[in-house]
């Protein structure tokens, strides 16, 4: 019996955060605005004889994304009247763009892991990304339903895919790649939870062996979580697959997701283009950009989260997994590559001839405390990297003294938590607090020594060759010396008094 195989296409919406709205000049609030119908006025209530003008700002973020998702840029686009009737939209038409969008024919590439956790590669076809105006939004209560029109006017981004997605994770990991962009750009925050980044997934199957497109395609529509995305799909996939094999028919339709229920509903029959009798917006003029306007563009792009992240890992030697996470909170990376600079300079002074590798060593120990005792401290206090008083020098600082062996892991530890408390160098913390660590030799032979006569039988446990006595031993000699101990020195001196 043939399989069924899936063929997913995604429309991603992404309200964009200029300062005032896509055709007047009223307040963008977004995630902001509490009183309802603060930010309006004429034109995004559509009141008679106002005229709209279109939002540069807006048209320029729009070409951002473009060009980071190698797009093709119009020299001519216009505006449309997409017309259909709901409450919340005041016009009675959405100004939107339909056969000349701003942008065409990209690609983004990106890794993700399957269900299996298999790496794999993704390449996916951008068919479109066009400008258009948000809705209102319809509030329901007691008293009946209610319509705010704060919403109503911002401006809106919709990039449309090509079919080329193939599993639920893959989709999820595509809608993550595409907020690191929005992001990186500062377009956008894309906070899927507040309604600035809606994800729609387009879901048909077909028979191993048939034409990908041969499938009835149901739109699974305003999707507000990653998590729900992957839901959504492998549950509309499970639907749809029950469907075929009881030969039933799948009805091209749009569905909703229940995160509640777990489970996709009917909402309507799904529209064509021609029900929206799309025509030129007139009261907007074409639009023209030159090369050197599409250019100016171009080269005010920063580093991509890709292209950052294959630098962390070439230059820095970095795990993926490493690099992946600093560049997925951009403010943390910054801070990184801040405390990088100072290593550098303190390497170019002091230790001219250290190797390469060694290098490496200091950036991957600062990625790794950054990711984990670091994260761990903003985490149970509830901060961001904005609240770490640490600076970039004294974070260097910190890891400098590891480094040299200063101190060991357990007392790093120690010295960062305080460091977040004060805000000092860690040279006085470690000074106040005597926190050295102890190279004396004399003194690490008395205490191996005294915590070998008082644990005979692990002592006999490691004659005996079980690994796991010394490394009590071992504890014991920290425990005496409250983690001040040379790790590697202590180790030595343990087993040659064990011979």
């Excluded at 492998?234 to 091209?252: S, V």
């Excluded at 005792?373 to 149970?380: A, N, V």
């Excluded at 004396?440 to 005979?456: D, H, M, S, W």
Aim: proline share 3%; glycine share 4%; charged share 30%.
């Amino acid at each position: 019996m043939k399989k069924y195989k899936v063929t997913i296409g995604m429309e991603v919406h992404v309200e964009l955060g200029t300062k005032s709205k896509m055709f007047c000049s009223c307040r963008n609030g977004i995630g902001l605005t509490k009183k309802a119908n603060q930010n309006i006025c004429e034109i995004c209530t559509a009141q008679p004889g106002a005229l709209p003008v279109p939002n540069v700002k807006a048209i320029e973020y729009v070409m951002r994304a473009g060009l980071a998702l190698n797009c093709r840029i119009a020299k001519n686009t216009k505006f449309d009247r997409k017309n259909y009737f709901y409450p919340d939209l005041p016009k009675g038409y959405q100004i939107s763009q339909y056969d000349q969008p701003i942008c065409e024919n990209g690609q983004i590439e990106f890794n993700y892991w399957d269900k299996k956790r298999n790496k794999k590669n993704s390449k996916v076809g951008i068919t479109r990304i066009h400008l258009e105006e948000d809705t209102g939004k319809l509030i329901h209560s007691k008293e009946g339903t209610l319509v705010d029109f704060n919403r109503a006017g911002i401006p809106l981004m919709e990039l449309v895919t090509e079919p080329d997605l193939n599993s639920s994770e893959e989709a999820k990991q595509f809608c993550i790649e595409l907020r690191r962009i929005f992001r990186y750009l500062k377009i956008s925050t894309a906070d899927m939870e507040k309604g600035q980044m809606r994800c729609e997934a387009n879901i048909s199957l077909y028979k191993e062996g048939k034409d990908k497109l041969s499938g009835t395609k149901v739109e699974l529509k305003n999707i507000n979580s990653f998590k729900a995305v992957e839901k959504g799909i492998e549950y509309e996939i499970k639907r749809q697959t029950n469907l075929l094999k009881k030969n039933k028919k799948i009805i091209q339709e749009t569905r909703g997701w229940n995160n509640k229920k777990g489970k996709t509903f009917s909402q309507r029959i799904k529209e064509n283009s021609d029900d929206y009798r799309y025509f030129p917006e007139p009261d907007i003029l074409p639009l023209k950009f030159t090369k050197e306007e599409i250019n100016r563009i171009k080269y005010s792009l920063p580093e991509l989260p890709w292209e950052r992240e294959s630098r962390f890992i070439r230059q820095m030697g970095l795990t993926e997994q490493n690099a992946k996470i600093l560049v997925d909170y951009e403010e943390l990376a910054n801070y990184f590559e801040q405390v990088i600079s100072e290593l550098d300079d303190w390497v170019k002074i002091n230790n001219k001839d250290i190797s390469e590798v060694n290098k490496q060593k200091l950036y991957k120990l600062t990625a790794n405390y950054l990711l984990t005792e670091t994260q761990k401290h903003l985490f149970e206090k509830e901060l961001t990297v904005k609240d770490i008083k640490i600076t970039p020098e004294n974070f260097a600082e910190l890891i400098k003294i590891i480094y040299k062996g200063e101190i060991n892991s357990s007392v790093a530890q120690v010295v960062l938590l305080e460091m977040f408390k004060q805000g000092t160098d860690p040279s006085h913390i470690i000074d106040e607090k005597k926190l050295a660590q102890t190279n004396n030799e004399r003194e690490l032979e008395k205490i191996a020594e005294q915590v070998i006569a008082e644990n005979q039988k692990s002592v006999e446990d490691y004659k005996k060759g079980k690994e796991n006595a010394v490394r009590f031993l071992m504890g014991q000699v920290m425990k005496v010396t409250q983690g001040k101990a040379n790790p590697q020195l202590a180790m030595k001196i343990l087993k040659d008094k064990l011979k």
